[in-house]
């Protein structure tokens, strides 16, 4: 692994269905972030953890749920998915809180 | 509190020069750039601190006016290369997140 990995790619999901969405990175840093990506309203924050152990919410934490068990994984699960869950996820990691982020390739996801 | 980014959209010809703006109206300590490539990942440019000089990088740079709560992004001389949205991304004072703007749509043409 080299960075920060994402999985799936895609994922179509029928609405009411439990999903995890992954991530992984290997630059041992503390910080990890999940943020969606809606057409005209930017990148908005979901979740993030400053180091393992602790979580907080973001703008919109609302039917989101994270772990941060140890430093490299950052999973995103969506209880009950809805259709206004429909998305691109992003997962970026930091070293810090005002240091580069380095994003993940994201996650497509339909929820019909 | 989302930054606004203002033009929302521009169209330029390779070498003509775009600034696109960021504003917020807390108290901001830092400001980040990213660009974004369609169907890609987002990509830092550069952050901003308080109290910290204008940054450069080749023929991109940026400024923060700390009294305005404003940062601009200065491309120069475009390249093709340099189509894109780019966001930029607001850390309050006290706060540990970083809130980004709605984005910029830059599409540079030959």
């Known amino acids: 692994i080299a960075g920060i990995t994402q999985a799936p790619t895609s994922q179509i999901l029928a609405a009411g269905r439990r999903m995890t969405l992954r991530c992984t990175q290997d630059m041992r840093h503390n910080a990890m972030y999940w943020y969606r990506q809606d057409l005209g309203l930017g990148l908005r924050l979901i979740h993030y953890s400053n180091t393992a152990g602790t979580t907080g919410k973001g703008e919109v934490p609302d039917g989101y749920s994270v772990s941060r068990a140890n430093t490299d994984d950052f999973p995103l699960t969506l209880a009950s998915a809805v259709p206004s869950q429909t998305s691109v996820y992003f997962c970026?990691?930091?070293?810090?809180?005002?240091?580069?982020?380095?994003f993940g390739p994201g996650t497509r996801l339909t929820v019909l | 509190q989302q930054p606004v980014q203002s033009p929302q959209a521009v169209i330029l010809r390779e070498g003509e020069d775009a600034v696109i703006n960021c504003s917020s109206s807390k108290a901001l300590y830092s400001v980040h750039w990213y660009r974004q490539k369609h169907g890609e990942a987002p990509v830092f440019l550069m952050i901003l601190l308080k109290g910290g000089e204008q940054k450069g990088h080749e023929k991109i740079s940026a400024s923060f006016n700390e009294k305005k709560q404003q940062s601009s992004l200065y491309l120069t001389a475009s390249q093709l290369s340099y189509s894109g949205t780019y966001f930029c991304g607001t850390v309050q004072g006290g706060s540990e997140k970083l809130v980004f703007g709605k984005g910029m749509k830059l599409t540079v043409n030959p």
């Open positions: 970026a990691s930091s070293s810090g809180e005002n240091n580069e982020q380095f």
